[in-house]
């Protein structure tokens, strides 16, 4: 089966780097995808990682090692409006499924003063 | 481009009603996809779709249909409601990239 972990919850203070951890165990792998997703709102895509390595966005850097099945989002210097949920998502390797996308469940960053 | 739109925002039901959730998109987009998010869960998928005229299942299928009969739009019926499908429902596109869009969601509440 399909299985994807990641921590339910942190929290970290303004200013600060966090990591959150991801690792993942599929039939197939066609791509990591991270989104984030504010209280009340849809999820809006913030990186996608499908070689090995860092993909670096401004704050938000995203890492994949293919072989250890684990990925990690990294936010740095913390701002208030990163109070999220910050889904990993694995795309379904299945050709029938089109791109769909299996997510784990989620974890609920909480940034504090 | 409004991107994606779902249609209703909001929706309470009777155990045993039936109604249709209108997902649409501006974006050419081919794949097309409904989700469900309950507390603790995550997404899960229910319905999606490669093209225009086709739908599959997903992981969480029973008590729901589909139809796409537009390229643009992806409807989710139910037609009897039950109170295990009060969730958030989530609409989303792509084309052959990567990234999937998201619609804004409608919450449902079947009492």
């Known amino acids: 089966g399909q299985n994807i972990d990641q921590p339910t919850e942190m929290t970290a203070t303004e200013g600060a780097i966090v990591q959150i951890n991801c690792t993942y165990q599929?039939?197939?792998?066609?791509?990591l995808f991270w989104y984030q997703q504010h209280a009340g709102e849809a999820p809006t895509f913030l990186s996608y990682?499908?070689?090995?390595g860092l993909e670096e966005k401004g704050r938000f850097s995203s890492f994949l090692s293919r072989s250890k099945g684990y990925s990690y989002l990294l936010l740095k210097e913390l701002q208030m409006k990163d109070s999220a949920s910050y889904l990993c998502?694995?795309?379904?390797?299945?050709?029938?499924?089109?791109?769909?996308?299996?997510f784990g469940k989620g974890t609920t960053l909480s940034v504090s003063s | 481009n409004a991107g994606v739109t779902q249609t209703p925002k909001f929706r309470v039901l009777k155990t045993g009603q039936s109604m249709t959730l209108l997902c649409a998109q501006d974006?050419?987009?081919?794949?097309m996809y409904w989700y469900r998010q309950d507390p603790g869960m995550g997404l899960r998928l229910i319905h999606y779709?490669?093209?225009?005229?086709?739908?599959a299942k997903g992981e969480v299928p029973d008590g729901y249909n589909v139809s796409r009969l537009k390229k643009q739009n992806f409807l989710l019926g139910l037609e009897s409601a039950a109170p295990s499908q009060t969730s958030v429902y989530f609409c989303?596109?792509?084309?052959?990239?990567?990234?999937?869009?998201f619609g804004p969601g409608t919450r449902l509440t079947v009492t």
């Open positions: 989303a596109s792509t084309s052959f990239d990567y990234e999937q869009y």
């Open positions: 599929t039939s197939g792998f066609n791509g």
């Open positions: 990682n499908v070689l090995d």
């Open positions: 998502a694995v795309r379904d390797p299945g050709e029938q499924a089109g791109t769909a996308l299996i």
């Open positions: 974006m050419n987009h081919e794949y």
């Open positions: 779709s490669v093209g225009e005229g086709t739908t």
